[in-house]
C-alpha cells in the first residue's frame, strides 16, 4: 500500500505558486488568442497584449518628442545672430583725410569754392602782371597739394593693420558659423567690409587725380603765361613808334 504524504503551504507561498501557474498557462496559449487574467488577491485584470502595445506606443511617442527636440536645436542655431561682428566705422578716417587735403594753399578737391580757386592761381595764356610773385603763389600752392595729398596717404596707411585685422576675424568667424542666419549676417558683413574699402579706395584715387591735376596745370599754365607774355612784349616793341614833327638840327651863327 503506498502512502502519500502532502505537506500544507503557508498563504504567500500559494500566492507565488498561482501566479507562476498562471504565467506558464499564458506561455502556452497560442499567439492569436487575446488572455486577460487577475492578479491573484487583488481584482485588477492585466491584460499583456495591451501592456505591449501602451508600451510600444509610448516609446514611438518618446521618439516623436526627442525628434522634435532635435528638430527645435536645429531651428534655434540656424536663428542664432553672428556674435561680435565685425563691423569697423570709416567716417573719420574719410573726414581726416579730407582735412589733411586742404591744409596750407592747397588746391583740394574738397574746397567748396575749387573752381574759382584752380582759375585765379592757375589763369591761362594771360600776361603775368607781375612774374615773381604769381610764379611763386603757382609753386606754393602747388607743392602745398602735393605735401596734402602725401600726408593723406600716410594717414591711409595707418589704417592697414587695422583692416588685415579685420579680415582675420571674418576668416575665423567664417568657421565657426552654425547657421543661415549667422551666414547670412556674414555674408553682409563682409559685403559691408568691401564697400568700405571701395569708399576709402575712391577717396585715394580722387586724391591722385586731384595732385596729377595741380601738377600738370602748374606745368601747362606757366608755359602758356610765359608764351603769352613773350609775345606781349615782342608786339610791343615791333609797334611802330610815335610819330613826332620834323625838326631840324641845323645850327645857325
Known amino acids: 500500500m503506498t502512502r502519500q504524504w502532502q505537506v500544507p503551504l503557508p498563504g504567500k507561498a500559494r500566492l507565488i505558486a498561482a501566479g507562476a501557474l498562471a504565467a506558464l498557462g499564458l506561455a502556452l496559449t497560442p499567439a492569436a488568442a487575446r488572455a486577460q487574467f487577475g492578479l491573484i ?6 491584460d499583456p497584449g495591451n501592456f505591449a502595445r501602451n508600451v510600444l506606443h509610448y516609446v514611438r511617442r518618446l521618439e516623436q518628442m526627442n525628434l522634435q527636440r532635435l528638430q527645435l536645436q536645429e531651428q534655434l542655431a540656424a536663428l542664432r545672430k553672428l556674435q561680435n561682428p565685425n563691423w569697423r566705422e570709416i567716417t573719420g578716417t574719410l573726414t581726416h583725410v579730407d582735412a589733411v587735403l586742404q591744409q596750407g ?19 591761362g595764356a594771360q600776361v603775368f602782371r607781375n612774374y615773381p610773385a604769381e610764379r611763386q603763389t603757382q609753386a606754393i600752392r602747388t607743392l602745398a597739394t602735393l605735401r596734402g595729398a602725401l600726408n593723406a596717404a600716410n594717414r591711409a ?3 592697414v593693420p587695422t583692416s588685415v585685422a579685420r579680415l582675420d576675424a571674418i576668416k575665423r568667424q567664417l568657421g565657426s558659423i552654425q547657421g543661415h542666419e549667422e551666414a547670412l549676417e556674414l555674408n553682409g558683413t563682409i559685403g559691408m567690409y568691401s564697400a568700405e574699402e571701395l569708399t576709402l579706395l575712391r577717396q585715394a584715387v580722387a586724391a591722385l587725380t586731384n595732385v596729377q591735376a595741380v601738377y600738370f596745370a ?24 610815335p610819330q613826332h614833327a620834323p625838326f631840324s638840327l641845323r645850327v645857325t651863327p
Not at 105 to 122: K, M, V, W
Open 157 to 159: 596707411a595707418q589704417e
Open 218 to 241: 602748374d606745368q601747362v599754365n606757366g608755359a602758356a603765361q610765359e608764351a603769352a607774355t613773350v609775345q606781349a612784349r615782342l608786339a610791343a616793341m615791333s609797334a611802330p613808334g
Open 105 to 123: 594753399q592747397a588746391l583740394a578737391y574738397s574746397l567748396r569754392a575749387i573752381d574759382a580757386e584752380f582759375q585765379r592761381t592757375f589763369p
Open 41 to 46: 488577491g487583488s481584482g485588477i485584470v492585466f
